[in-house]
């Protein structure tokens, strides 16, 4: 049996006359950019998300580039971010010209909330916690951390579709959230999109205005803004997706079950779930020591497995201007050499993943 990492092919097919009829006609209507299906989409996610606001941007990387730049935040400034997570997370920081100021990470692989307050100073302007793998952060500690000292909060939910920690969803406790619908996102379109959401109207009307030249009235631009536009066909098939959105969960948070029950060897360390989360399952992460001789063992069994993510963004060529040496934030770099993604996508069957199990059940 040959297991890929992931496929899309089998959640299209599951709705694929709903998928088409929603593209045929967004392309039948002759309207492609900030239209009906935009505006429907916006509404639709910001009621599911449970915020006042939804934009649809053009990606998820956009969507922080943007939500920085609403706050204010650039120059001279200071973020602070988890020093795991995916490098687009700081990239929204650094572009706006601000400094990323890195926490390390707990047990969950989540910014480990006891270290953040060490790293606070007069120049720190947010805090941006990432839901990565789609659990979570403990955002009763963050926002308590905020609002003591005054600082913003913009929640990476790129990963997080659905999460909630203690029966909230993500993307509702900060001033703003960004959301990617990269294909392999959990809500993903057929090509790049993404939205930010907030109940704060100004920053509402800002973000419009950015994502659009900065512009409210055509050809009347009020700042240099971008063109970051959710389109209207992924937008179209967004509706559509999002309807499923909580069938699609369920699936993968079943796979993720079957694997944390019947997973069993000494050499494997399950991933840790917070009882006060519900983990939306975007990856399934273990541990293990010797990750190569894994990753050969599973490939051997035609099974397809991946490392998000192998290099710390701190220590990536990208950011080697920030000079950041290795050995500070030792959780991080644990995880980097240890982690391993299985495969977990919708329209896995049952036998697909109890082969899975029963190969990593027989890794010696
Ligand atoms: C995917 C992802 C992003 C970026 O989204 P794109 O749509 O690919 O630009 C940002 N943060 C995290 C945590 C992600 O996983």
Redesign the pocket.
């Given at each position: 049996m040959k297991i890929p990492f992931g496929t899309l092919k089998r959640q299209y097919d599951m709705h694929k006359d709903e998928y088409e009829n929603a593209v045929l006609e967004s392309m039948r209507s002759g309207w492609y950019i900030l239209g009906e299906k935009v505006s429907a989409f916006e509404e639709a996610f910001a009621s599911y998300t449970g915020t006042n606001y939804s934009i649809g941007v053009g990606?998820?990387?956009?969507?922080?580039i943007i939500s920085i730049r609403a706050l204010d935040i650039g120059i001279g400034d200071e973020v602070i971010v988890p020093a795991n997570?995916?490098i687009?997370?700081v990239m929204?920081v650094t572009i706006n010209g601000a400094t990323p100021i890195f926490v390390d990470c707990d047990k969950y692989s989540l910014i480990d909330v006891d270290k953040i307050e060490e790293k606070i100073t007069a120049k720190t302007k947010a805090i941006l916690p990432?839901h990565?793998y789609g659990q979570s952060c403990n955002m009763e500690k963050i926002m308590e951390i905020a609002k003591k000292n005054n600082l913003y909060v913009i929640e990476?939910c790129?990963?997080s579709h659905g999460a909630t920690f203690k029966d909230e969803k993500t993307g509702t406790f900060g001033d703003i959230s960004?959301f990617?619908?990269?294909p392999g996102?959990n809500l993903g379109c057929f090509g790049?999109?993404?939205a930010i959401n907030t109940s704060d109207e100004k920053l509402y009307n800002r973000i419009k205005m950015l994502r659009n030249y900065g512009s409210e009235k055509k050809y009347h631009n009020k700042e240099v803004g971008y063109n970051s536009r959710l389109d209207e066909i992924q937008a179209a098939i967004l509706l559509v997706k999002l309807r499923y959105l909580e069938e699609l969960t369920i699936e993968r948070e079943n796979i993720a079950k079957k694997y944390l029950e019947n997973i069993n060897n000494e050499n494997i360390k399950l991933p840790e779930i917070s009882k006060n989360c519900r983990h939306v399952w975007?990856l399934f992460v273990i541990e293990v020591e010797n990750r190569d001789k894994f990753q050969n063992y599973m490939q051997s069994k035609n099974i397809d497995t991946m490392i998000h993510y192998p290099i710390p963004p701190y220590l990536s060529e990208a950011y080697s201007y920030l000079n950041i040496k290795r050995g500070i934030y030792t959780n991080t770099e644990k995880l980097s050499e240890r982690i391993v993604s299985l495969p977990i996508y919708n329209g896995m069957t049952n036998e697909e993943i109890f082969y899975v199990i029963e190969s990593i059940n027989n890794y010696k």
């Open positions: 990606n998820g990387l956009d969507a922080l997570t995916f687009a997370s929204g990432v990565l990476d790129a990963q960004c990617s619908f990269y996102k790049d999109g993404g975007h």
